[in-house]
């Protein structure tokens, strides 16, 4: 069976290739493999390459991650054409390395480094590694965290809003709720109900009998009344003046 392709426009694509790589080489050797030949001191005339203030150095490096990202393009384009150029050489080009099947003469033509047709082609596909420290990392307060395992009790993150209560350097800014009004709501989960489902709980009492019902004016009360919630014809009109 004959490939897709005629000679011609094989030796048509190998010219590509070859011109490809020329162009690739040059391009790595004109710019000095991307400044990478000679040490970030160099660059920046100074003695040491850590100045007196880290943000100095912050262009620098900014730029040398760039070059090494260059680099790692050019190389590996290169690769993929000197292989395009062997399989030429063996007679496996034009082939589908998944399948064996022939590659279309308009994806050769688009792509002349192609070594998969276009179903099969695996850079396509989303890839489902994941860097390694994600094997170590938690989430935060990490096995002292019980949230996502539908517990109730008491654990790390509870332990340390208790104790963040009593202060910390968090500003408003940094609160999780956006509308803040007084420090002591900074800490996080500051609104959650301690001791109650509903905020009437908290300031609903009965006597022993449960016959005798009263009001418990605390922040819960003033913040319901606030909120819009029951019925503030109950209330006295001296609330207000209360407060």
Known sequence: MSLPINQERM?????????????LEERVGRND?????SALRDSIAELSAYDNHPADIGSETFERG????????EAFRLKRVEAALERMDTG?????KECGAFI????????????HCAEHEPRSEISERRPVEEQF????FGRHSKDEEDVT?????????????WGN??????????????????HIEAGENEGFVEPLESFLATDITGKHVSVVRNRQYYRYLDANEGDHLLEPDEYYDDR
């Open 11 to 23: 030796q048509e694509l190998r010219q590509r290739l070859l011109q490809e790589k020329k162009e």
């Open 33 to 37: 493999h991307y400044q990478l030949s």
């Open 66 to 73: 760039k070059d090494l990202a260059l680099l790692e393009r």
């Open 92 to 96: 496996e080009y034009g082939r589908c």
């Open 104 to 115: 279309s003469p308009e994806r050769l033509d688009a792509m002349p480094t192609a070594d």
């Open 137 to 140: 990392l938690r989430r935060p």
């Open 153 to 165: 009790g008491f654990d790390g993150e509870d332990a340390w809003q208790i104790v963040s209560s």
């Open 169 to 186: 350097s968090n500003s408003p800014a940094m609160a999780e709720d956006n509308n803040i009004e007084e420090y002591d709501s900074v």
